[in-house]
């Protein structure tokens, strides 16, 4: 594995402590909740849907939060991998968690901690959301409003807005890859990088001006599937177990 960069540490730092908070906070409070919680509302905020109380469906946020962290953390996981055998591309660390100058990173790693950071600052962005999002619930819940007030709609676009800044941080950070001389036998259909024997995650395309996957590593397929795993199978699961009514 690629050490993360301090950043990128505190933020799974951060990440797990307002999960873990989150948790504490809904646990305290579920024995002060209704029995039936209001779930749908008519014109004007008046409650007209009612769902019984389970700590399932009380902890419903810490579930999206963890389904989040795990998510994001094995992408970044996955991006931080490298095989093994290749000690001088990858940083050497100090006390103070920094590289030491004799040993530069190659563009490829650069790359990787760049995404790897901007990933977990994404999911530290979401779950802190998720955490407003369970108060809001819970003042919902207990008032009878149907609404989670304009503080909710407010942070979420904060949210959106730091997810860009952090994305355009992150390509930014990721820069340019260096051009490699160009063998064929490396490509499958034109685009597809293929070489099992390089170390590298992160490689230049054909022309050298971006980066794409070495399918010749493994963990290009998986960070692939965890991707589209995330991107429909997570957000189903996730609509189930909402709409379930005896969960």
């Known amino acids: 594995m690629i050490p993360p960069t301090p950043l990128a540490r505190n933020a799974v730092r951060g990440t797990v402590l307002v999960l873990l908070a989150t948790a504490v906070y809904l646990v305290i409070w579920y024995p002060s909740l209704p029995w039936l919680l209001p779930v749908h509302f008519k014109r004007g ?3 007209n849907g009612w769902q019984y109380k389970t700590m399932g469906r009380v902890l419903l946020p810490v579930f999206i939060q963890l389904s989040l962290t795990l998510t994001f953390g094995a992408i970044a996981a996955l991006l931080l991998s490298r095989t ?9 660390e100090t006390s103070s968690d920094r590289p030491l100058p004799d040993r530069p990173l190659t563009p490829d790693v650069r790359a990787a901690l760049a995404a790897a950071e901007t990933v977990l600052l994404m999911a530290l962005i979401w779950v802190g959301f998720q955490a407003y999002a369970a108060y809001a619930l819970v003042q919902m819940w207990t008032t009878e409003i149907g609404h989670l007030g304009w503080l909710y709609t407010a942070l979420e676009w904060t949210g959106l807005v730091l997810t860009g800044i952090v994305a355009v941080r992150g390509h930014a950070r990721v820069g340019r ?3 490699r001389p160009y063998v064929a036998e490396h490509w499958r259909l034109g685009q597809l990088y293929k070489n ?4 590298a995650l992160f490689v230049p395309t054909r022309d050298g001006n971006k980066w794409t996957l070495n399918f010749g590593r493994p963990v ?6 965890v ?3 995330a991107g429909v199978i997570g957000p189903t699961a996730i609509l189930i177990l909402a709409l379930r009514y005896n969960f």
């Open 45 to 47: 905020g008046v409650a």
């Open 220 to 225: 290009a397929a998986a960070l692939l599937g």
């Open 196 to 199: 099992p024997d390089d170390p």
């Open 227 to 229: 991707v589209l795993t």
């Open 177 to 179: 890859p260096s051009p």
């Open 84 to 92: 093994s055998g290749d000690d001088e591309a990858t940083p050497r």
